[in-house]
T-cell receptor, first 113, second 115 residues
């Protein structure tokens, strides 16, 4: 059974550009959540999608957005990149209930120059 | 607002020792608590999931306990090995109706097991 797949694994952008990251969840999982990990702030929740609907959103500016497709694959987009957006972006999938176990991908390492 | 703290932040032990990692959370209204390990530059690997109605879970050399009333969880690692070296994170799922997967992570404990 394939795990959570995130692409791209590494990318470098410059300030002001935008970026789109992709996440394919485990087959059968309907919930996808996104997290930002930085040395200073640790792991912070971005948003969570279930059946193409955003159910929860963390405390991030509107430059951070996401969506989920009918096949449960999800994308997140960051517009007008800032230096502080450099981070490891992690995606997790689960069945979707409150008690669901989270399974993470390897992450997308974004560097903003 | 849920806050999750892990102490110690770093731990270095000789191979073979049994050790305990701690996780404290401020709001006891949780659905579950999950322990993960993270290797440098990698994603998170799920170790154990404890539902709010459970007291402990075991997997191989790992045992995790949960005490909701005191807001604490511990991860016990028996007979530690150099391959256990990693950062260990705990995460809680809130019990509020809008808390689907709005998980709060702890600050992590970086473990080094010395051969």
């Amino acid at each position: 059974k394939a795990g959570v797949t995130q692409t791209p694994r590494y990318l470098i952008k410059t300030r002001g550009q935008q970026v789109t990251l992709s996440c394919s969840p485990i087959s059968g999982h309907r919930s996808v959540s996104w997290y930002q990990q930085t040395p200073g702030q640790g792991l912070q929740f971005l948003f969570e999608y279930f059946s193409e609907t955003q159910r929860n959103k963390g405390n991030f500016p509107g430059r951070f957005s996401g969506r989920q497709f009918s096949n449960s694959r999800s994308e997140m987009n960051v517009s007008t990149l800032e230096l502080g957006d450099s981070a490891l972006y992690l995606c997790a999938s689960s069945m979707g209930g409150h008690t669901g176990e989270l399974f993470f991908g390897e992450g997308s390492r974004l560097t903003v120059l | 607002k849920q806050e999750v703290t892990q102490i110690p932040a770093a731990l270095s032990v000789p191979e073979g020792e049994n050790l305990v990692l701690n996780c404290s959370f401020t709001d006891s209204a949780i659905y579950n608590l999950q322990w993960f390990r993270q290797d440098p530059g990698k994603g998170l690997t799920s170790l154990l999931l404890i539902q709010s109605s459970q007291r402990e879970q075991t997997s191989g050399r790992l045992n995790a306990s949960l005490d909701k009333s005191s807001g604490r969880s511990t991860l016990y690692i028996a007979a530690s090995q150099p391959g256990d070296s990693a950062t260990y994170l705990c995460a809680v799922t809130p019990g509020s109706s809008g808390g689907y997967q709005k998980v709060t992570f702890g600050t992590g404990t970086k473990l080094q097991v010395i051969p």
